[in-house]
């Protein structure tokens, strides 16, 4: 680069605050606008919304400063890669220079395809793609939520698309595709959807365009909102090649919005072969149905009434034999009980004579066993005045002598 001529003389002599200020005019001038390329460090968000960052190679690192409300489509991170788009100043409270940023864009596809990478494992270990969260498509939705520009070729190709296979209503939550706020505004019309719950599936569209252009479909605010749709979500971005992180979270990955289109409805064609296998299917199954209906009813035997009849009497002459052979065993029991009762006086007769043999018997036994019939034969019983039986001569108290025939106190 060319060293530019001074413009100051050296017998100048300005104060700190006109040098700074002097200086501060020159850098902005010479750099109204200016790209660098490097990899972001010490990276600060300030509470007022600023972000306070560093840019550095293996020579130099210089400051830069992000405002708030400047439109950047992914997020910052340390190591990053970049190309910063901005204008120099200098900060005079620190005699120091800076990069006031205006733009910044990923530095290369390998950088923005590290990046996507390393969401996509983080978002899978939360389980934002597991095959169980899942939805299946409605076979004829009445109504589409389209999320999209309004303006864009996907859009169009959409509904005409839709048009020729099996016109269905449309509505359309308008949203830009590309820049800053596509993200945020894609993911506010997957929630509005869901909110209002007026339609029977989503489709999240956009056209082809480089990857840069299609990072906001990559955003965790827009994967999160996909993930946590309740309504059936179609993800149509971009063309077959193009993987964004939505289409892992979409419970159906179209390759383009056409294809979105021709996943949701069947074509009337279609729809018309499938309608005549059915009458094909259901009219078999009833001319068979009809043919064995006609054969049961072909082997029923009607038999006449005179046959009826006698059949009737037949089984109840079975019944009335039946009830004899029934009616006889009962009365022979019957017979059997009265004779038994009949002869119940004989037998309590001997019943009676038995007892009273042993009744006389144990009598006789009584008597034999009985003291008193010791004393009737010249024995005696000696008792004290207690009445207990003396047994021997040296008691020596008064006693009583009981004989079979009373007794005497001694």
């Known amino acids: 680069m060319q060293k530019p001529e001074p413009f100051v003389s050296g017998d100048m002599i300005f104060s700190v605050t006109d040098a700074s200020a002097l200086l501060k005019g020159v850098v902005e001038t010479a750099f109204p606008r200016i790209k660098i390329r490097g990899e972001l460090s010490q990276i600060t968000r300030a509470t007022s919304g600023h972000i306070y960052m560093t840019i550095k190679d293996s020579g130099a690192a210089i400051s830069v400063i992000v405002w708030r409300g400047t439109p950047i489509s992914f997020k910052l991170e340390e190591g990053m890669e970049v190309v910063l788009t901005g204008r120099f100043t200098t900060y005079p409270a620190r005699s120091n220079y800076q990069i006031i940023a205006s733009e910044i864009e990923m530095a290369g596809v390998g950088a923005i395809l590290k990046m996507l990478e390393e969401r996509k494992q983080k978002l899978a270990r939360e389980g934002l793609f597991d095959e169980s969260r899942k939805k299946p498509l409605p076979r004829l939705p009445q109504v589409i939520g389209v999320v999209t520009s309004p303006t864009g070729a996907a859009f169009q190709d959409i509904q005409n698309r839709l048009r020729e296979r099996f016109p269905v209503r449309v509505m359309l939550y308008p949203a830009t595709v590309q820049g800053a706020t596509a993200a945020a505004e894609v993911a506010a019309g997957i929630e509005y959807f869901n909110r209002m719950n007026n339609v029977d599936v989503i489709i999240v569209a956009r056209g082809g365009g480089a990857l840069e252009d299609l990072l906001p479909f990559s955003e965790e605010i827009v994967v999160r909102a996909a993930a946590a749709s309740k309504i059936p979500l179609i993800s149509g971005v971009g063309h077959e090649p193009d993987w964004m992180l939505i289409d892992f979270a979409a419970d159906y990955r179209a390759p383009t919005p056409t294809g979105a289109a021709e996943a949701v409805v069947p074509t009337k064609l279609a729809l018309i072969q499938e309608l005549d296998n059915m009458w094909v299917r259901l009219s078999g199954n009833f001319m068979t149905r009809l043919e ?119």
């Open 292 to 410: 064995n209906a006609k054969q049961r009813v072909e082997s029923i035997n009607i038999k006449s009434p005179q046959q009826l009849v006698m059949e009737h009497a037949q089984r109840l002459d079975d019944i009335g034999r039946t009830m004899n052979v029934f009616l006889g065993a009962k009365l022979t029991v019957a017979h059997q009980k009265m004779a038994v009762i009949s002869n119940l006086p004989n037998i309590l007769q001997n019943r009676m004579s038995v007892l009273t043999q042993s009744l006389s018997h144990l009598g006789q036994m009584l008597g034999s066993l009985s003291y008193k019939s010791v004393l009737s034969r010249g024995y005696a019983i000696v008792r004290d005045a207690d009445g207990k039986i003396i047994s021997r001569s040296d008691a020596g108290v008064p006693a009583v002598i009981e004989f079979a025939d009373g007794v005497v106190k001694v």
